[in-house]
């Protein structure tokens, strides 16, 4: 047998392993996944706000990858409107990602480019505010659920607007370390307060089952706790809905 033909069936037994493996992994982790049971009928009832008219909230989908798949992902903002001045959480992706990591090792620069780089918006986040008649330049605050640039990005595309963070999330995200990972994009520190002006401080107020809260608006409406584990300072919002049960905001997906 010549030398070729045995590394060619080499080659045709490793293609065979692969295949094999592949279609095994795809019967267990996809075919046999247990299906979410479907939602209850009054998961898409508004919640009916009596006390605070004028509070209202939407979410704005900046950008969504794998959405056929379990395993998708999306990243967005929510605007909450109060008569006070309106707030946004998070801001997604930046639409200028693919320049913003430029500098990155390759190893580094695929990973983000491959993952996080699927959500980045093709609409700026500033032309999906105008889209829903909202003014980005009158936005009272931005409030980041964490750091990460998958949340943090969307600053890029808006105007100078206070952002709201603590020190502790500050101090993670100006750290080298976490930058070189390409968790944190050094461009978009340049939109955060200095980690020695932190513009967001919990007060030893317990809320709910948190120990430490911050209530923006000092009415009730948007209250801010600590939801520490993904970043050092991950942040929950509470959205106070008249009598009916508080809204939980969660900030978390699956980066
Ligand atoms: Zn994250």
Known sequence: MSAISKWLRRLLLLVVIAVAASSVAFYLLYLRRTALPPAA??????PFIASLPGLSACW???GKTFSNFSFGSTAGSILVRHPAGDLLIDTGNSS???DEIRGYPFGTWFKLRFLAGQLKPEVPLSELLHRVKEDPA???WVILSHAHLDHSGGLMDLPRVPVLLSQEELQFAVD???QAKGFVIATHV???PTPGSPTLRFDPQPYETFDESADLYKDGSVV???LRGHTPRQRGYLRESGSQPSSF???RRRR
């Open 176 to 178: 080298p370390s976490v």
């Open 224 to 226: 801010v706790v600590p």
């Open 190 to 192: 340049q939109k955060f």
């Open 60 to 62: 704005i989908e900046t």
């Open 96 to 98: 200028h990602f693919d």
């Open 41 to 46: 009928p009054h998961a898409i009832v508004a």
């Open 138 to 140: 009158k936005l009272r």
């Open 249 to 251: 905001l969660r900030g």
